[in-house]
Nanobody, 121 residues
């Protein structure tokens, strides 16, 4: 089993930055693709970004492309999400997930509990 714990969320003003972390335990996630999803109040959970097992391949939702950067440190079993130029519409609970490469929830096997990101205007 893999346990994922997100951290780094908080309240920031629009235009500022946050870095989220996702720490994995239980087993190594170095063989998994890692993804970030988010869910705003009253909305479906949506894909944000994913990174392949080696870190060489990444993919972003259009809404965050150019502002967010995903990275991973397999030695530390941690995945990061650097979020720059934050907008109020980025407000959501952000979830980390481990699984196979993809942009849909069903491709990921393990999920964290989420961390709240709130962006004020």
């Amino acid at each position: 089993q893999v346990q994922l714990v997100e951290s780094g969320g908080g309240l920031v003003q629009a235009g500022n930055s946050l870095r989220l972390s996702c720490a994995a335990s239980g087993r190594s996630v170095s063989n998994y693709a890692m993804g970030w999803f988010r869910q705003a109040p009253g909305k479906e959970r949506e894909f944000v970004t994913t990174i392949g097992w080696s870190g060489a391949n990444v993919y972003y939702a259009d809404s965050v492309k150019g502002r967010f950067t995903i990275s991973r440190d397999n030695a530390k079993n941690i995945v990061y999400l650097q979020m720059n130029s934050l907008k109020p519409e980025d407000t959501a609970v952000y979830y980390c997930a481990a699984g196979t490469w993809g942009t849909t929830r069903r491709t990921y096997y393990y999920w964290g509990q989420g961390t709240q990101v709130t962006v004020s205007s």
